[in-house]
């Protein structure tokens, strides 16, 4: 059911008995996509889990879709998808996520977040039109690098 996007269905079958596993597979695959219908149901089994720090994150979504009342494009989905693909983890995901979006530089400023300044670089060419701010962050890199006693990498 949640591989063909059935999430209403997949979550009426776990209600008849799964694991704490299955649940989160569940809430992890409509939190990803990302809609407002699968929100609700990502929303139902946190809720059922007492996860608090994902339901906090689904409430933000759900918000955001709100904000925007019924004018929720495909724009705004995949921005949604890319910041919960981040929160995941599932970088590679968040990346393809933010350049449907027309946001590339999102994308390397979550890598900048996270200190990975090789992988931040690697957008510098493909931000066309766009401020890559590049001095500051290898200003930033350096500051990081010199706090953390990493004196050859902050020179």
């Known amino acids: 059911m ?3 996007g059935n999430y209403k269905m997949g979550y009426s079958l776990a209600n008849l008995g799964v694991t704490d596993s299955d649940w989160r597979f569940l809430a992890e695959k409509c939190l990803i996509k990302s809609s407002f219908e699968s929100l609700e149901v990502a929303r139902k089994c946190y809720t059922r889990l007492s996860d608090l720090v994902n339901l906090s994150i689904v409430e933000e979504l759900v918000a955001k879709y709100m904000k925007n009342g019924s004018e ?3 724009k705004m989905q995949s921005l949604c998808r890319a910041e919960v693909c981040g929160y995941l983890g599932r970088f590679d995901e968040a990346v393809e996520a933010y350049r449907s ?4 530089g999102l994308a390397r400023r979550m890598f900048l977040d996270l200190r990975m300044f090789e992988k931040a670089k690697q ?3 493909l931000m066309e039109g766009e401020d890559s701010g590049m001095g ?3 200003q930033d890199e350096a500051n990081w690098a010199e706090d953390n006693g990493d004196v ?3 020179i």
């Open 101 to 104: 979006a027309g946001k590339i």
């Open 152 to 154: 050859d990498r902050a």
């Open 136 to 138: 500051e962050d290898v």
């Open 72 to 74: 929720v494009d495909e």
């Open 2 to 4: 949640v591989e063909s």
């Open 123 to 125: 957008f510098d060419n």
